[in-house]
């Protein structure tokens, strides 16, 4: 089946600086990525839908400015956390679907702890 | 914007036991999908439900979507260990741009008593 690697896994960093995760799809093209964040004992709220070869589009309420999305190419796309503050501490899904399926299945990754101190 | 709400939030049920869980979104679904993600871990696609009031068997899990296209259900027979965890119903919008969206309900999180 479908695998979506997420790279790191848990990361630790101090307030104010940068995050960048990444997402990969490993065995298809994923012209189109989701990221989203779970809070302890809480649902997934998506964040963007990440778009190759164009910009993301972001979900109300969600700062464009801090969660830098790039989607390069139909592998990768990454989301970077910039001036991250201890209430980003979270932990962060992406996923990807496989047009070629023609099926709406996300397959998503590990995920990542991000832990801001 | 949309919601999806799920109940129950938690279930403790005894190993055997049947459980259900039950989907409602404020918004008509193009489709419906089901996820399970275990403890520390990531959801895992069940299943997906498109047309209006489908049933859909996995083994012991039986899913069902309304005939509005609101609610859904999933319901396991006879509860084994492995299947405690979280299980999501997510709601997929589409829009007029066809830009996919994918809502996650509130969750029920299952654990099971030996």
């Known amino acids: 089946g479908a695998v979506v690697s997420q790279h790191p896994s848990r990361v630790i960093c101090k307030s104010g600086t940068s995050v960048k995760i990444e997402c990969r799809s490993l065995?298809?093209?994923?012209?189109?990525m989701f990221w989203y964040r779970q809070f302890p004992k809480q649902s997934l709220m998506l964040m963007a839908t990440?778009?190759?070869?164009?910009?993301?589009?972001?979900e109300q309420g969600v700062e464009k400015d801090k969660f830098l999305i790039n989607h390069a190419s139909l592998t990768l796309s990454t989301l970077t956390v910039t001036s991250a503050h201890p209430e980003d501490s979270s932990f962060y899904i992406c996923?990807?679907?496989?047009?070629?399926?023609?099926?709406?299945?996300?397959?998503f990754g590990p995920g990542t702890r991000l832990t801001v101190t | 914007g949309q919601q999806v709400m799920q109940i129950p939030q938690y279930q403790h049920v005894q190993e055997g036991e049947d459980f259900t869980t039950y989907c409602n979104s404020s918004?008509?679904?193009?489709?419906i999908q089901w996820y399970k993600q275990r403890p520390g871990g990531h959801p895992v696609f069940l299943i997906q439900?498109?047309?209006?009031?489908e049933v859909k068997k996995q083994k012991r899990l039986t899913f069902q979507f309304g005939e509005a296209k609101k609610n859904s259900s999933l319901h396991i027979t006879a509860t084994q260990t492995t299947d405690v965890g979280t299980y999501f119903c997510?709601?997929?919008?589409?829009?007029?741009?066809?830009?996919?969206?994918?809502?996650f309900g509130t969750g029920t999180r299952l654990t099971i008593i030996p």
């Open positions: 996923s990807a679907r496989d047009h070629g399926t023609g099926s709406y299945e996300q397959y």
């Open positions: 065995d298809f093209q994923a012209t189109t």
């Open positions: 990440s778009n190759e070869g164009s910009k993301a589009t972001y």
């Open positions: 918004t008509t679904l193009s489709n």
């Open positions: 439900l498109v047309k209006s009031g």
């Open positions: 997510a709601g997929l919008s589409i829009s007029n741009f066809g830009n996919e969206k994918l809502t």
